[in-house]
């Protein structure tokens, strides 16, 4: 089992930048694909990046394409997601995921465990 806990939420000005951080238990964590999602108030959680247990595949969401980085630690048992040029509409909580698979989910049904969320709000 895994426990996941985000840091690293804030306030922000557009055009701003943040790094998430999501620390995770548990001896298997280098063998669990690891997952961003957001959920903005009134919308469905969606998709934003994801990652392979040994970092070598990485996927993203076309509207974060290019400005958001997912990175991961398995040393420090730690995924990052470094956002670049902040824009109001990346305002949500933010959560990371996990599941223990080779192939990498993109679907939010398809993950595990989840962060308890950390709250990124962009002003313009």
């Known amino acids: 089992q895994v426990q996941l806990v985000e840091s690293g939420g804030g306030q922000v000005q557009s055009g701003g930048s943040l790094r998430l951080s999501c620390g995770a238990s548990g001896r298997t964590f280098s063998t669990y694909a690891m997952g961003w999602f957001r959920q903005a108030p009134g919308k469905e959680r969606e998709f934003v990046a994801a990652?392979?247990?040994?970092?070598?595949?990485?996927y993203y969401a076309d509207s974060v394409k290019g400005r958001f980085t997912i990175s991961r630690d398995n040393a420090k048992i730690t995924v990052y997601l470094q956002m670049n040029s902040l824009k109001p509409e990346d305002t949500a909580v933010y959560y990371c995921?996990?599941?223990?698979?080779?192939?990498?989910?993109?679907?939010?049904?398809?993950?595990?465990?989840w962060g308890q969320g950390t709250q990124v709000t962009v002003s313009s």
């Open positions: 995921a996990g599941k223990r698979a080779v192939v990498v989910p993109r679907t939010s049904a398809a993950y595990d465990y």
């Open positions: 990652m392979s247990w040994n970092g070598l595949s990485t």
